[in-house]
């Protein structure tokens, strides 16, 4: 079975830009759940979607928004950059009885 | 509130054994979780627990829960140089229901020494 594939890798924008980041969950799969790593705050929950619907939302602003296909691919995306948005973005898919499965993450800086 | 804490950081020799501990504050979490991050990498799982179980053990890694403390801890067998990376320790999403939301610890940096 392939894993969790994220696109693009790496991205570089810069402030005030916006930018949409997409996730591949692994076959079967239809929870889809985004994180935040930084040096700072470590890692963080953003969102989940399951189904096509928002099913837990982390304390992040709503610049952040996610949506989820019906094919369970999932695409996040940050409007009004800031220099803070800089992190590693990690996807994670898993089934309603199974644990998550982690991408590889998207590095993206903010410049 | 939610919170998973961990040591920051731990140096063995080779072929010793290395224990990370985690304690973590949400006792309805179903399952606790031990993911490793090599630099620039995701999160790959090495194993996690269920929450009625005391102790797991998979090939050089044992995971043992003591529950009343809300104690996790991860012991990696015959420790090879392979095995540097950071270790993060995660439970459940309060009132998450599902394994949909993890919070994480601050992760543990492990320096394997030849």
């Known amino acids: 079975k392939a894993g969790v594939t994220q696109t693009p890798r790496y991205l570089i924008k810069t402030r005030g830009q916006q930018v949409t980041l997409s996730c591949s969950p692994i076959?079967?799969?239809?929870?889809v759940s985004w994180y935040q790593q930084t040096p700072g705050q470590g890692l963080q929950f953003l969102f989940e979607?399951?189904?096509?619907?928002?099913?837990n939302k982390g304390n992040f602003p709503g610049r952040f928004s996610g949506r989820q296909f019906s094919n369970s691919r999932s695409e996040m995306n940050v409007s009004t950059l800031e220099l803070g948005d800089s992190a590693l973005y990690l996807c994670?898919?898993?089934?309603?009885?199974?644990?998550?499965?982690f991408g590889p993450g998207t590095r993206l800086l903010v410049l | 509130g939610e919170d998973v804490e961990q040591s920051l950081f731990l140096s063995v020799r080779e072929g010793d054994s290395s224990v990370i501990n985690c304690t973590y504050t949400?006792?309805?979490?179903?399952?606790l979780y031990w993911y490793k991050q090599e630099p620039g990498a995701g999160l790959q799982l090495l194993t996690y627990?269920?929450?009625?179980?005391d102790m797991k053990q998979d090939q050089r890694l044992t995971v043992l829960l003591n529950k009343k403390d809300k104690h996790l801890s991860l012991r990696i067998a015959d420790t090879q140089t392979g095995d540097s990376a950071i270790y993060f320790c995660?439970?459940?999403?309060?009132?998450?229901?599902?394994?949909?939301?993890?919070?994480f610890g601050q992760g543990t940096t492990l320096q394997v020494k030849p």
């Open positions: 949400d006792s309805s979490s179903t399952y």
């Open positions: 627990i269920f929450s009625n179980m």
């Open positions: 995660a439970e459940e999403g309060e009132g998450s229901g599902n394994t949909g939301k993890l919070i």
């Open positions: 076959s079967g799969h239809r929870s």
């Open positions: 994670a898919s898993g089934t309603d009885q199974e644990t998550q499965y």
């Open positions: 979607y399951f189904s096509e619907t928002q099913r």
